[in-house]
């Protein structure tokens, strides 16, 4: 019986499930090399990454980076703390709103589209926020930041969703905890470039989105090609039908890893506002940009435990979930120790970091197992309402902080440690990914 050669024994061999197959006539070497990414695109992995690393970037110096200034809005335009706060809230607002919506467009148009055109939104939203600002007119102010907030609805979440279209397994899990490492960079890095912005002129970071947005329209463009869709959408009554299937058989853990995913951002945003607030109070009265590096170290922390648990956990859902319930512990254990610290400012910033390595554990497992629970013809809607989920966190956690510090300096530490620990009993008993997920 005559044998078959290793060569045409390995051609054979069905494809590795969530593994996207090179063409034929690739070296043996370039397709173990490349085993998990995707053939789109007109640069490299390296230039694919990037590119999808803008998005949430942009969108997190949406918000973060008109902080510095809102006391000079306040005095120039003449308006109230409530309408200051507005400038913020209204952005996350309308944000969140409409991300479900723009999820759906990007199942059904494509991710490439929607993003260009958000970016281009966000990007001439911001040049009329400067120019309101200029001219003192609050209504076109706020006017334009809401539009802002309908073009950022269109960048994260949609870029979660891209990354995984374009990438399988490991290089997935890889995408998407750089995803997270940008998103915290953005967080650390805006309130130091908008203070920096602010001494050229107060409406200066207003008039930097414009920049920041082509930069990262010329990397989507450039870097990335969207893989060719195999069939076309199903029209609005069958996909809404379908989004219901995949909540209905896959709820029981989506709901929460949701809720975990939306909870981490809500702790991490809370702990920040309220590490700004008492910064700036006695004995301590830091401000400006050494407030701002302060605030970098916790946020330091995730962004290292993103990009780290980004690389290790790969395509193995039984890692994703062990290290979910880490950070999670993480979070609970920190937080609770700072209930007994709130007034020692090293100890607190410390332990504040440590819970920052939390977020870093949880964020990327969750979005993998969340960006591969379904196919690419609805995971825009999945990712999105996700995403809109995450919205609320940082939305809410701020004020939700404020009202507990005024209770106590224990309260906010004691109510986010229970939080954190509901969080880590409901992943434990709900969330069981298979052993390879994606």
Known sequence: ??????????????????????????????????????????????????????????????????????????????????????????FSVTAGIAIPVVGYLSDRLGRKPVILAALAVYGAAGLLAGLAAAWKSYPLLIAARALQGLGASGTAPVAMALAGDLFTGAARSRALGIVEASNGIGKALSPIVGSLLALIVWQAPFFAFPAFCLASFLCVAVWIREPARSAPPPPPPAYLKDVGNVFREKGRWLAPSFAAGALALFILFGVLFYLSDVLEKKPYNIDGAVKGLVLAVPLAGMVTASWLTGRAIKKDGARMRRLTLAGLAFMAAALGLAVFV????????????????????????????????????????????????RFLGVAFGPPLFGWLADISARAPFMAVSALALVALLLVAFTVKPPETTG
Do not use: W
């Open 1 to 90: 019986m005559k044998e078959t050669p290793p060569l045409e024994k390995a051609k054979q061999r069905p494809a590795a499930a969530g593994i996207l197959q090179p063409p034929a006539g690739r070296t043996a070497r370039k397709s173990a090399a490349g085993s998990g990414h995707s053939k789109a695109g007109t640069g490299g992995d390296a230039a694919r990454y990037a590119a999808i690393a803008t998005v949430p970037l942009v969108l997190v110096f949406g918000n973060s980076m008109l902080v510095p200034v809102l006391p000079d809005l306040k005095k120039a335009l003449d308006v109230s703390q409530l309408q200051t706060s507005l400038v913020i809230t209204l």
């Open 342 to 389: 709130p007034k020692n400012m090293v100890l607190l910033v410390g332990l504040l970091t440590a819970s920052g390595v939390g977020t870093g554990l949880v964020l990327p497992c969750l979005n993998t197992l969340i960006t591969g629970s379904v196919g690419r013809d609805k995971r825009g809607m999945i990712t999105s309402l996700y995403g809109s989920l």
